[in-house]
Structure formats: C-alpha cells, structure tokens
C-alpha cells in the first residue's frame, strides 16, 4: 500500500507569493489532516478533513490559509499571501477511521524569504 | 533534514540499554494515545498506541504505559539500538482530532 505523499518536499518563495501544497493520502482513508512544525516548536494541529468536509478547522491560523480536498481525494493547502512567520514543516496525516493511528507524510518544508 | 529545536528535551543512551521517554498529557477526557517515532527529513512514523481501558500494551520492543490519575504516558525501549535514535512525539486525541506533545530526542550512543 502506498503511504502519504506530499508535493513539494520543498518550496522556498519570496514573502507575498502565493504558495499550494498537495497531499494525497492513503487510498481508501477518509480522514485527513493538516499539521505544521515552526522551528523550535510541537507539531501543531491545522485542520481535518473527513472526505470532502472540513470536520475541524481550528487550527487553521488566520484566513491567509485555503485547504481544499474536492472529490474527497488529494487535499490541497494555499498560502496567500505567504508570510515570514509561515516557513515550517507542513505535514499531512490521513487515516481510515476517527481515533485511529494517522500515517504521516515526510512534509513540506516551506521557506518564506 | 529538518531542522530541530533547540529546546527538545534530550534523552542519550548506550547501545543495549533500555530507554525510557516520558510524556505529561493535559486532558483529562483524552482516550486514545500514540506514540510517534521522527527520523530527520522524514514524517512521524507510527510506533505503538494504547486506549484509555488499558494501563500497559506491548509491541515488538516496545511497551507504552499508561497513568490516567497523574496523566503520564511512557515508551520504554528494549535493548536500544542506533537505528532508535530520533525524536519521540506523544500524541493524544481530543474528541476526534489528534494533538502532539513536545518531542523528546533519543540519542545512542554506540
């Protein structure tokens, strides 16, 4: 079975532009989640998704954020504009049941010059 | 790889030692816990898990123990070995969405 798969693994971009991550999950997983690490901080909860519904967003940190996953499948993460404070590892997680083990992608490093 | 922060607690052990990582959760309703294993560059990776019903379950070298009346969690590693040097996360679900605990960085020493 294929794991969690995240495009870019990197993506450095002036402050400004506008940036999308792609995560295709686990096929056959109808929960997926968005997670970011900021340099010398915990892995930090954004949103989850439960097919194409957004189950909870709250972590998502201000409206500069756009995560869509039309069809229920690939999810898509936007910054727009992208700030300095943006630059972390964003990680997608996908898992087949509520409460059950998330498998994790290996991340996109996000770098805002 | 990526980056690490500067203020993960740090556990360093010698090869053949057992570890023991230890982590302090804060929900008192959280049921399900996970303990996640991340090498440099790559994504946390699955180790064990363990259901609010439980006080102890085993893996292959692996045991997680649960205290539900202080809080605690630990994964204890048996006979340490290189290959085990990463950073340990906890993980605790509240409701329906999973939260990570700081990390701790396991070092081996050979």
């Known amino acids: 079975e294929a794991g969690v798969t995240q495009f870019p693994s990197h993506s450095v971009i002036e402050k400004g532009q506008t940036v999308t991550l792609r995560c295709d999950p686990i096929?056959?997983?109808?929960?997926l989640y968005w997670y970011r690490r900021v340099m010398g901080k915990e892995i930090k909860f954004l949103l989850h998704?439960?097919?194409?519904?957004?189950?909870?967003e709250s972590g998502m940190p201000n409206n500069r954020f756009l995560a869509e996953r039309t069809g229920g499948t690939y999810s898509t993460l936007k910054v727009q504009p992208a700030e300095l404070e943006d630059s972390g590892v964003y990680f997608c997680?996908?898992?087949?049941?509520?409460?059950?083990?998330?498998?994790f992608g290996d991340g996109t490093r996000l770098s805002i010059l | 790889g990526e980056s690490v922060g500067l203020h993960l607690p740090t556990l360093s052990v010698q090869e053949g030692d057992n570890s023991i990582i230890n982590c302090a959760y804060s929900?008192?309703?959280?049921?399900?816990f996970i303990w996640y294993k991340q090498e440099s560059g790559k994504g946390p990776q699955f180790i064990i898990d363990?259901?609010?019903?439980?006080d102890k379950r085993q893996g292959q070298r692996v045991t997680v123990l649960l205290n539900k009346t202080v809080k605690h969690l630990s994964l204890q590693i048996a006979a340490t070995q290189p290959g085990d040097s990463a950073v340990y996360f906890c993980?605790?679900?509240?409701?329906?969405?999973?939260?990570f605990g700081a990390g701790t960085r396991l070092t081996v020493k050979p």
């Open positions: 997680a996908s898992s087949r049941t509520l409460q059950g083990p998330q498998h």
């Open positions: 096929s056959g997983h109808d929960n």
């Open positions: 998704f439960v097919k194409e519904s957004k189950q909870d």
């Open positions: 929900n008192s309703a959280s049921d399900y």
């Open positions: 363990i259901r609010s019903n439980m």
């Open positions: 993980a605790e679900y509240e409701s329906n969405d999973m939260r």
